[in-house]
């Protein structure tokens, strides 16, 4: 495979992110992520894949619906979970899940996405937090195929897995007790 996108837009702020997008979400996103790391075990992964210890392959569905879950009440009326693939430069990388905030056919929606180092093309950063406009003028396209509200979602088959995922993640954060209440009311802060 080709070189790996470049760092800008995965992980890092930019220059008109948003308050409640602000570097200390992204360190909240990054400490999720390696707690979501911690818990993904067989009954997490997609049916499709193999279990890896700690990785992310398999893992995108029951990231997102978590995450989505996650996310405060305004923040959540306002996002959807995404099935679809993503395009990179000339290639697409093929059935993957997500989280998009915002209007789905707005350049300005955000797109957060906690495996996209499943795929080497993106191996550079464990999350993506960005607008999908930037996204696109860096040749990272995310295309969803089927786009699910926090309430659809519990119908969706990953909601089993999910279940099993957050009862994992609150045993994490009964260990981790101060990360929850902060990334909360940093989200919520305008």
Known sequence: ?????????LAFSGSEVESWFSARLRRRL????????EEWSESTVHPAFTFRPNG???QCGVSSAWLLHELPW???????????????????????????????????RWVI????????????????CDRHGRLVDLAIEYRALLRLSAQELRHDPVWRRTEVLAAGMSRWFDHHASIRGAATSWLCRR
């Open 1 to 9: 495979m080709g070189a790996t996108v470049t760092q800008s837009a």
């Open 30 to 37: 990054y400490a999720y992520r390696l707690a979501l790391a």
């Open 56 to 58: 992310p392959v398999g």
């Open 74 to 108: 305004l923040l959540r009326v306002r996002s959807r979970y995404c099935v679809g693939d993503i395009r990179v430069c000339d290639q697409t990388l093929q059935f993957h899940c997500w989280i998009e905030l915002g209007n789905p056919t707005s350049a300005r």
């Open 113 to 128: 996405d906690l495996t996209c180092d499943q795929y080497e093309l993106l191996s550079d950063r464990p999350f993506v």
